[in-house]
């Protein structure tokens, strides 16, 4: 089992920046990816950024460039800083950590408005 605790969403004017953390805890030594995602109103549920245990990432491409995902090993926790943010980027954002490719889990989501 796993447990994801999200902070740092925010209402942010268009240009502004975010910084969003995800902590876990639990078996963490099993996660082998940490990601967001996002949903926006009555949108399906998207990738935004991911990373391994070995740090490699990924990335959505409407998000390259303006944001960054990374992992702190020592605190069990993973960021994405979000730069020149739009206002399509207005969401729920969500941390994901995969252990298998059938185990995952979900934080609770944190809101990010960005307004024009």
């Known amino acids: 089992q796993v447990q994801l605790a999200e902070s740092g969403g925010g209402l942010v004017q268009a240009g502004g920046s975010l910084r969003l953390s995800c902590a876990a805890s639990?078996?963490?030594?099993?996660?082998?990816?940490m990601g967001w995602y996002r949903q926006a109103p009555g949108k399906q549920r998207e990738l935004v950024a991911t990373?391994?245990?070995?740090?490699?990432?990924n990335y959505q491409d409407s998000v390259k460039g303006r944001f960054a995902i990374n992992r702190d090993s020592a605190k069990n926790t993973a960021y994405l800083r979000m730069n020149m943010l739009k206002p399509e980027d207005t969401a729920v954002y969500y941390c994901?950590?995969?252990?298998?490719?059938?185990?995952?889990?979900w934080g609770q989501g944190t809101q990010v408005t960005v307004s024009s």
């Open positions: 994901n950590a995969r252990l298998t490719t059938d185990e995952q889990y």
């Open positions: 639990g078996t963490i030594f099993s996660i082998k990816t």
């Open positions: 990373i391994t245990s070995g740090g490699y990432t």
